[in-house]
């Protein structure tokens, strides 16, 4: 098994990037074991982290290979979906994946969420509109909305880099 990984300073602290297979499979404020290594992947993903910090980037391009269940899965892709700058409940998330009644199991798919940021659990927030529920912490996640906000950036957003 071939793994690489690498750590990126950001405005919300140390990120933990890890890669198998040629896919990002994690992304962590938890440091990870074993050395760290650069591959051609890992710096286009703390590039591609980077642009989305300054403001320049709204959507990753580069391949993930999140480990989950099929249900944790189709939790993450679902949140992949909400666009830049938008919030959605636990409630819309669960309609989204065909169980509406499901809000705390997406509650618990979103808390082990290998891809922070990239798969974006911090735009989940309770039904009254409250931050709720963020594993690496609601400090971070109101940051991550803050940054996010329209208010936070001025210029218009057409190329969606």
């Not at 650069?38 to 391009?61: C, N, S, V, W």
């Not at 509109?129 to 594993?135: D, I, S, V, W």
């Amino acid at each position: 098994m071939d793994l690489a990984r690498t750590r990126l300073e950001t405005p919300i602290g140390a990120l933990f990037l890890e890669e198998e297979r040629g896919a990002v499979t994690k992304i962590t404020v938890e440091p990870l074991g074993g050395p760290f290594s650069e591959t051609p992947l890992l710096r286009r993903a703390k590039k591609e982290l980077a642009e989305y910090f300054a403001g320049a980037r709204h959507r990753f391009t580069f391949p993930i290979a999140p480990k989950g269940t099929p249900f944790q899965k189709a939790v993450w892709a679902a949140l992949r979906d909400i666009p830049y700058g938008e919030t959605r409940t636990y409630g819309e998330i669960a309609a989204a994946v065909g169980r509406p009644k499901a809000a705390r199991a997406v509650g618990a798919a979103n808390h082990v969420n290998p891809l922070l940021i990239v798969t974006p659990c911090h735009r989940v927030v309770g039904a009254n509109g409250e931050l709720t529920g963020f594993a690496a912490g609601l400090d971070r996640k109101a940051f991550l909305l803050a940054l996010e906000s329209p208010a936070a950036d001025p210029t218009p957003h057409s190329s969606g880099a």
